[in-house]
T-cell receptor, first 113, second 112 residues
Framework: SQQGEEDPQALSIQEGENATMNCSYKTSINNLQWYRQNSGRGLVHLILIRSNEREKHSGRLRVTLDTSKKSSSLLITASRAADTASYFCATDALTGGGNKLTFGTGTQLKVEL | DAGITQSPRYKITETGRQVTLMCHQTWSHSYMFWYRQDLGHGLRLIYYSAAADITDKGEVPDGYVVSRSKTENFPLTLESATRSQTSVYFC???????????FGDGTRLSIL
């Protein structure tokens, strides 16, 4: 079963608007990562947030983590058409997960001109 | 150029055939991973390797075999392909188990 579940499954916005995607997970984690996947390509790592961090920024990306709610959000500000992609969260379980990440099913973001 | 490359990019084969997907990375990363990506399932881990000659099962290992005789290569073999193994396969590598992973561009495999 998936450790992370993204919400919404699909999101369509206009260029310049902000896009927010959410990820919920089930077990305690060491860290949570967000990835982007453009159509027909592999995943690209965006940002990693550790379990003792609450917020992290990278350019137009802002990630928050609420370990009490077992959830994270990815905010893309001032979106561009080039941000059109699928976005995945990935978690590594604190215990029992082994040396690996578990990916969610992703949010498909479409940014329209 | 440094990176991770998968070959072939596209493959069509028939049920019962053996097929091997190749993965090569130039970073000397310790960890390598194989995933399959299917609609509605996201990425599911098939096998991973912590170092040369060390491999371990992931979530969906049945029907697949891996080996890692060299750090840079991590081939995935379907010994007797089935239609349910039609999927897009991604290889990834990372410096450490919980570190960011670097992905190849995938192999789209169709089994008829």
């Amino acid at each position: 079963s998936q450790q992370g579940e993204e919400d919404p499954q699909a999101l369509s916005i206009q260029e310049g608007e902000n896009a927010t995607m959410n990820c919920s997970y089930k077990t305690s984690i060491n860290n949570l990562q967000w990835y982007r996947q453009n159509s027909g390509r592999g995943l690209v790592h965006l940002i990693l947030i550790r379990s003792n961090e609450r917020e992290k920024h990278s350019g137009r990306l802002r990630v928050t983590l609420d370990t009490s709610k077992k959830s994270s959000s990815l905010l893309i500000t001032a979106s561009r058409a080039a941000d059109t992609a699928s976005y995945f969260c990935a978690t590594d379980a604190l215990t029992g997960g082994g040396n690996k990440l578990t990916f969610g099913t992703g949010t498909q973001l479409k940014v329209e001109l | 150029d440094a990176g991770i490359t998968q070959s072939p990019r596209y493959k069509i084969t028939e049920t019962g055939r053996q097929v091997t997907l190749m993965c090569h990375q130039t970073w000397s990363h310790s960890y390598m991973f194989w995933y399959r990506q299917d609609l509605g399932h996201g990425l599911r881990l098939i096998y991973y390797s912590a170092a040369a000659d060390i491999t371990d099962k992931g979530e969906v290992p049945d029907g697949y075999v891996v080996s890692r005789s060299k750090t840079e290569n991590f081939p995935l073999t379907l010994e007797s392909a089935t239609r349910s193994q039609t999927s897009v396969y991604f290889c990834a590598s990372s410096e450490g188990a919980r570190q960011p992973q670097h992905f190849g561009d995938g192999t789209r495999l169709s089994i008829l």
